[in-house]
């Protein structure tokens, strides 16, 4: 099994709330050509084809995978299968009583689901790992945040780690509120569970994983608290991450509100 395989499986076994996870690792040397994407392509529905008919092939073959996983992890739950749309902002459409999140970089694919009595909603993103150029960090990091990262000892990509948190956040937030959420809308603090160096033929890397906090800023939730009283869930939540082999993907879940 895939290094990349295995670390995304122990991802999803630390969210629990009967959240399912999958994924797809690319070969090091694949190349999505029009011939893959098109192979990719053709075990999609015909709606779902026409999405991307247009896009380039690496584009085509990222949403094929992506949603060949859903497909597959709705399949576990039970469901038939349905053609996965998007809406306006490009966000997938789930069938009643279930959400989830895809993501995807270079080489690598991955979908959560989960039902809805079990979980609000749930954010999942992927990067590649390595440092953001500063301009970015400066651009997506609150000061607070910024020297939050500063003072960690952990050599690792955690600017890229922030990034991807927030990314993340945003797809939990978009199907509760139907709103967007800037990357200065939220607070996030890293915590750096485990450190570890692993050495391969050629090099010496170091792989990691942790968990975040974040909190939405109250003046944010106060615009959608009466249109979206369930947004108030992100005052305070929690999420996971993981650095591993060039790879980095954060997660996170939000129970479904018990009813008394």
Known sequence: MSQHLYTFYQLVSHLGHGVNGNCFCDDEDFTATSAAAAEALAQLLPAERELVAQAVPSRQWEFARTRLLAHELLSTLGYPRVDLLRDEQRAPLWPVGVCGALAHTHGFQCALVATTDRVLTLGLDAERAGPLPLDVLESIASPGERQHLSQQAAHLPLDTVLFSAKEALYKAWYPVTGAWLGFEDAELNLIVDSVTAKTSETTTYLSGSGRFTARVEE????????????????????????VEEGLIVTALVLPAPQVD
């Open 219 to 242: 003046q944010v939730l106060a615009l959608y608290e009466d249109t979206s009283p369930q947004c108030m869930e992100f005052a305070e939540c929690s999420g996971v991450w993981v």
